[in-house]
């Protein structure tokens, strides 16, 4: 006889995919900041990372590698986001006279040297990274203790169950 019981679901292949795609729509919207207002704030970095985690958390996963990638997205996105609001404002102001590909160009070439300056930038996507890591972590430990503890039927009276040793009662 088979047991149709249903088996938990890690929520692995919707995590990543949600993930993923939280962490383009805020480096995307990071970078966006970045170049409409010219500043680089370090709390939008970490908006990023609370999007991720948010976002990773809606999926209602199980999976314990899943905090280790949204630290991981969460870092990414920001450090993205980052460099698309470094691309955008090389675009807006050089005008007409430098194509979206010639900024990536300019852009990658003293990108490293620019974070490497301002060790403030690393900082806040350390935190955002942390941030995504903390929001998913927590769901992640909330749902597997909720499985644990529904595997383990205890009685009434507040005594330990064996469910190994054999009642007698008589």
Known sequence: ??????????GLVPGIVVGLLAAVLGAAAYGAFITVTELELGL???????????????????????PALAALFSLA?????????????????????VSYGQAVSLVAEVFPEAIQEDPKTLLFWVIAA?????FVN???????????????????SGQPVDNFKPNSQG
């Open 130 to 134: 942390a941030a995504g890591f903390a």
């Open 1 to 10: 006889m088979t047991d149709m019981t249903p088996q938990p679901r890690s």
């Open 138 to 156: 927590k769901r992640v430990k909330a749902a597997r203790e909720a499985l644990a503890s529904a595997s383990f039927p205890q009685q009434e």
């Open 77 to 97: 996105g920001a450090a993205l986001g980052t460099f698309l609001g470094g691309v955008g404002l090389v675009v807006k102001a050089a005008g007409d006279t």
């Open 44 to 66: 939008v970095a970490v908006g990023v990372g609370v999007l991720v985690g948010l976002a990773m958390m809606a999926v209602k996963p199980t999976s314990p590698v899943l």
